[in-house]
């Protein structure tokens, strides 16, 4: 079993930052594959970001590229993403997740382990 827990979403102003955390337990966290995805009201649970086991390989939904950075430290067993330039239409509630895999998946069936999500909500 692997637990995530994510922290560090909030209320911002458009153009603004925020920097969302997700702190693992359990097992080897270098072992898993890390995305983070998000639900926004009334729409389905899309993927943002992932990056591999090392951190070597990362991939971005087409509308953060640029303005969003997936990182991870393995020392920490902590996987970041960095969001800049906020949209209000960032607005949802962000989930970390784990995939025990080598590779970076961008469907949500394919991650093993998810966090509770953090709200992040972006004002005009």
């Known amino acids: 079993q692997v637990q995530l827990v994510e922290s560090g979403g909030g209320l911002v102003q458009a153009g603004g930052s925020l920097r969302l955390s997700c702190a693992a337990s359990?097992?080897?966290?270098?072992?898993?594959?890390m995305g983070w995805f998000r639900q926004a009201p009334g729409k389905e649970r899309e993927f943002v970001a992932g990056?591999?086991?090392?951190?070597?390989?990362?991939y971005y939904l087409d509308s953060v590229k640029g303005r969003f950075t997936i990182s991870r430290d393995n020392a920490k067993n902590t996987a970041y993403l960095q969001m800049n330039s906020l949209k209000p239409e960032d607005t949802a509630v962000y989930y970390c997740?784990?995939?025990?895999?080598?590779?970076?998946?961008?469907?949500?069936?394919?991650?093993?382990?998810w966090g509770q999500g953090t709200q992040v909500t972006v004002s005009s």
């Open positions: 359990g097992r080897t966290f270098s072992n898993y594959a």
């Open positions: 997740a784990a995939r025990s895999s080598y590779t970076i998946n961008y469907t949500a069936r394919s991650y093993d382990y």
């Open positions: 990056i591999s086991r090392s951190g070597g390989s990362t």
